[in-house]
């Protein structure tokens, strides 16, 4: 906070980031000085809750080795505590308090989420939600519970550390001037990319597509080697 008069007694605050916690506390304060201290200009931030702001993790990039029906309760976890999503149609079932988010359904090209209620004469909901839809979902979760998510730089990193003993023929092969310098992928089941750029002029970037398995292998074999510790896969 900045003060623009000085003041002849002492000043003790508490701050939070919860707007209803503050009003509680300037509620129960008793300091005789408080209304006078409060007529100055006081700047403050409000930090974002990290149960609801998941901004950091949107910033990064996971990567998902497991089959995407293996998230889906985590899934489902998430969207039950978290306040929004950022997809309308489950934020409008949330406000709605008749209703909870009990189950996620693949389905060939997508996937259901059905929120039931146990009011008699209310009938369930359903959301169509897409594999893009649960890999923004995915990306918006803390990362305690990502079990079986691997950060994007942690594997370039790693996977730069013993580049030429992979035993991946199609990283093993290539130039020794090259080095990874990013691993994608587009949704929680599909491929890897991996982009490798040379610091030699004229040799062109190189990109090598592995399917789920065959990363979880490789990092399976380092970590036999203990050159990295693998999560838990259920």
């Known amino acids: 906070m900045s003060l623009t008069e000085d003041y002849n007694f002492p000043v003790f605050a508490r701050a939070s980031s919860d707007a209803s916690e503050c009003l509680q506390l300037i509620a129960e304060a008793d300091t005789p000085n408080l209304t006078r201290a ?3 200009s ?7 809750s990290t149960a609801d702001n998941q901004a950091d993790n949107l910033q990064k990039t996971f990567i998902f080795l497991d089959s995407i029906e293996n998230y889906t309760l985590a899934l489902l976890k998430f969207l039950t505590a978290v306040k929004s999503t950022g997809i309308t149609e489950i934020d409008e079932v949330k406000k709605d308090g008749r209703y909870l988010l ?3 359904i ?3 090209e997508h996937y259901i989420l059905l929120a039931e209620t146990a009011y008699m004469d209310t009938k369930p909901i359903s959301i169509t939600l897409t594999n893009d839809d649960l890999y923004l979902l995915l990306l918006k979760m803390p990362q305690e519970m990502l079990e079986d998510g691997y950060s994007a730089e942690d594997v370039v990193t790693l996977l730069n550390k013993s580049l030429g003993q992979l035993h991946i023929s199609a990283l093993d092969k290539v130039d020794s001037s090259y080095q990874i310098t990013a691993v994608a992928q587009n949704e929680p089941s599909g491929p890897v990319r991996i982009k490798l750029v040379s610091s030699q002029t004229g040799l062109n970037p190189i990109e090598v597509s592995l399917s789920r398995s065959e990363l979880f292998d490789c990092l399976k074999s380092l970590s036999q080697e203990e050159k990295f510790t693998l999560k838990h896969f259920t």
Request: aromatic share 6%; charged share 25%; hydrophobic share 25%.
């Open 106 to 108: 693949p389905k060939e």
């Open 38 to 40: 409060s007529s100055y």
């Open 42 to 48: 006081v700047e403050s931030t409000i930090l974002p």
């Open 102 to 104: 009990q189950k996620l």
